[in-house]
């Protein structure tokens, strides 16, 4: 498997354990917005710019639309009280069951943790 496959794979598996469901479009959205910021880490600091603004273009709707439906995948998670498992799942422990991370705070979580993950289990 490619690297970049592995990447995607390890993020649409971590979605789905944090309790993103994979028939919404946050979560394709989600998807992509990580592998936007693991291509490019600074993408973040302008997240409306550089990643809302490309993964609408491919999806023919607006920015607007893909940063509520990111939002809304991240609501999931967090009242499925799921959002935790990121905790184990990244080795870190920085969510509680109440905490609802930013788009921006998790893409950036994600983009930065997930390229170490797919090294350790290469």
Known sequence: METN???????????????????????????????????????????????????????????????????HAIDKATSRNKITNLNHLLGLNIYSSYDKPSNGELVALLAQQIPQLVEAYA
């Open 5 to 71: 496959e592995k990447i995607s794979f390890t993020i649409a598996n971590i979605l789905v354990q944090i309790g993103i469901p994979y028939n919404i479009n946050g979560s394709k959205y989600l998807k992509r917005a990580v592998e936007l910021a693991i291509q490019n880490p600074t993408a973040v600091m302008s997240i409306t710019k550089n990643v809302y603004k490309p993964i609408a273009k491919e999806n023919a709707t607006k920015s607007a639309n893909v940063e509520r439906a990111i939002r």
